[in-house]
């Protein structure tokens, strides 16, 4: 079975500060890994995924996130943070053996303070 | 290309009375799934639909079902509603089972 970690359910930041968001995962096979966003009242878009390659995967909106498979992580992060970055961040993790299921983290609520 | 339609977008329903919720996925798309999503919960699997087959199935009570159409459209039932049946529930559409998955917006079920 697979399961995903997100420690922080809050997250406040100043505009155009750095942030990190951060995902850990569990799982005995090989997995994909996703983040999703969502704003208030809309259905999840995703950010970025990592498949395989390069460990160090770039998405949407200046988002990147980075495959630790030692640390089974896969914290999401980006430089400089806008006001319209302020959603709710999912991580989610899927196997790669033709698993449909994805598995969410519960999520990380990124505030943005002006 | 038009992205994943959900309808209807909000529904507001008794307790012990069913409901239906429909789901467009992209053009193309062959694979449908279902989310539940609440505050306590978070978001959870409820199922998955390929070619009109359900290929997989989350953790929930048989008041839960679902079909899928010729046309890939899709439709989740729940009967006898329940106040912990309240919630957002998510479609998302794949071009196959294990392809990235794109969400639609969602439909708000409130069951009082």
């Known amino acids: 079975a697979q399961s995903v970690t997100q420690l922080d359910s809050q997250v406040p930041v100043f505009e155009e500060a750095p942030v990190e968001l951060r995902c850990n995962y569990s799982?005995?096979?090989?997995?994909?890994l996703f983040w999703y966003v969502q704003y208030p009242n809309q259905g999840l878009q995703l950010l970025l995924k990592?498949?395989?390659?390069?460990?160090l995967v770039k998405g949407i909106n200046g988002f990147e996130a980075e495959f630790n498979k030692s640390q089974t992580s896969f914290h999401l992060r980006k430089p400089s943070v806008h006001i319209s970055d302020t959603a709710e961040y999912f991580c989610?993790?899927?196997?790669?053996?033709?698993?449909?299921?994805?598995?969410f983290g519960t999520g990380t609520r990124l505030t943005i303070i002006p | 290309k038009a992205g994943v339609t959900q309808t209807p977008r909000y529904l507001i329903k008794t307790r012990g009375q069913q409901v239906t919720l429909s789901c467009s996925p992209i053009?193309?798309?062959?694979?449908v799934s279902w989310y539940q999503q609440t505050p306590g919960q978070g978001l959870q699997f409820l199922f998955e639909?390929?070619?009109?087959?359900?290929?997989n199935k989350g953790n929930f009570p048989g008041r839960f079902s679902g079909r899928q159409f010729s046309n890939s459209r899709s439709e989740m039932n729940v009967s006898t509603l329940e106040l912990g049946d309240s919630a957002l529930y998510l479609c998302?559409?794949?071009?196959?089972?294990?392809?990235?998955?794109?969400f639609g917006p969602g439909t708000r079920l409130t069951v009082t």
């Open positions: 998302a559409s794949s071009l196959e089972s294990s392809d990235i998955k794109y």
């Open positions: 799982s005995s096979v090989s997995v994909y």
């Open positions: 990592y498949l395989s390659g390069s460990t």
């Open positions: 989610a993790v899927s196997d790669n053996f033709g698993n449909e299921k994805l598995t």
């Open positions: 053009s193309g798309h062959r694979s």
């Open positions: 639909y390929f070619s009109e087959t359900q290929r």
